[in-house]
């Protein structure tokens, strides 16, 4: 037991070798994967949706609450929702389209079953939906004018993680402030 070295008690255990280079190796491995995560936690979102320009949201403006049947005929939905459109976009356009907005929702809403409503994928799909949908009876602004081309960016589908619930707006989100079915 000669390279062995011998504790209080007399047990011989044997001498570490390598301990400084073992050390040295965890520490830059740890470095690498911190530094790795912290480039994907930073460039990682801004590469995905690439080509996507700032979006400067206004404040929400509320809507009086709904209460519609539900697909099955049985069942009701109580539901008040709030939109937050582009910045630019007045809220008196959304007073003088609110019949159309209203009945643009209603006609969605009752198109639903309570099945449809009870997952948040389908949630988050109503939202969606009920965004284009009022989307498709405000006004477009003059530069927006359709002239006949379509964009092929406009009209893709939106990915699962993008932020809001419309490409172009004039409302890019829909908000549930109450939800309730019976």
Sequence with gaps: MADAKKDDKGE???AKKG?????LVIVVVALVLAGGGYFMMSHGKDTKHKGT???ELGEGIPLKELLVNLSDGQTY???EIGLVCLK???KDAIDKNSILINDAIIMRLKSKSPQDLST???LKLLKRQLCADINSVLPKKDDD?????ADPKKDAPLDADYPYDSKSGPVMKVLFNSFATQ
């Design 145 to 149: 004018a359709d002239d006949g081309s």
């Design 77 to 79: 939905l109580k539901t």
């Design 88 to 90: 630019d976009f007045s």
């Design 53 to 55: 320009k700032k979006v």
């Design 12 to 14: 011989g255990k044997p």
């Design 120 to 122: 948040q994928a389908g």
């Design 19 to 23: 301990g400084i280079g073992k050390l």
